[in-house]
């Protein structure tokens, strides 16, 4: 079984700029969730894609996108670049089966820098 | 309302103690309550999970105690070991749905 895995795992951008993060989801898993974890803080719940349409929004700006494809991987896009966009971003996997969402499975995140 | 506060922020406990990490909540749709482990480097992992329907929990040393007219919930760690030594997050959503408010993590050094 393939767990979550998510690419770049570290990269340094400009403000400005714009970026691109991956993730692969685990196995037959349907449904990725995308959370910006900032430095000593909880994650924050960014979007989530099901079925390759977005299911779901956090308190986060249009300049944060995402695909889902229909591999179910995803992409989390991100625009007009802030400092504070500096964070470890997070994807996290999951099965849509009935009423509710299984156990979320966490990638170990891309570490975004932005200067 | 869509908050989740965690306390302590951090936690040393000899090896053998008991760990103790509080969480409060205030929106009263929240029905899933579940606790990850965060290692240094790695993306959080789920420990253990409760529905509102439930006042304890229980998964080895790890025990989940829920309080619905207070809006609190509770992790306790039994016979604490070096290798706890993690961040835990709490956390709640609405019906499971993967969309999780998290709090705001408690970094717990248990000494040998």
């Known amino acids: 079984e393939t767990g979550v895995t998510q690419s770049p795992t570290h990269l340094i951008k400009t403000r400005g700029q714009q970026v691109t993060l991956r993730c692969s989801s685990q196995?037959?898993?349907?449904?990725v969730s995308w959370y910006q974890q900032a430095l000593g803080q909880g994650p924050q719940f960014i979007f989530q894609y099901y079925r390759e349409e977005e299911n779901g929004r956090g308190n986060f700006p249009p300049r944060f996108s995402g695909l889902q494809f229909p591999n179910y991987s995803s992409e989390l896009n991100v625009n007009a670049l802030e400092l504070d966009d500096s964070a470890l971003y997070l994807c996290?996997?999951?099965?849509?089966?009935?009423?509710?969402?299984?156990?979320?499975?966490f990638g170990e995140g891309s570490r975004l820098t932005v200067l | 309302q869509q908050q989740v506060k965690q306390s302590p922020q951090s936690l040393i406990v000899q090896k053998g103690g008991i760990s103790i990490i509080n969480c409060a909540y205030e929106?009263?749709?929240?029905?899933?309550f579940p606790w990850y482990q965060q290692f240094p480097g790695k993306g959080p992992a789920l420990l253990i999970a409760i529905r509102p329907d439930v006042s304890e929990k229980k998964e080895g040393r790890f025990t989940i105690s829920f309080n619905k007219s207070a809006k609190q919930f509770s992790l306790h760690i039994m016979d604490s070991q070096p290798g706890d030594s993690a961040t835990y997050f709490c956390?709640?959503?609405?019906?499971?749905?993967?969309?999780?408010?998290f709090g705001q993590g408690t970094t717990l050094q248990v000494k040998p």
């Open positions: 996290a996997s999951s099965l849509v089966a009935g009423s509710g969402t299984g156990e979320l499975f």
């Open positions: 196995s037959g898993h349907n449904t």
């Open positions: 929106n009263t749709a929240f029905d899933y």
């Open positions: 956390a709640a959503s609405i019906s499971n749905t993967g969309k999780l408010i």
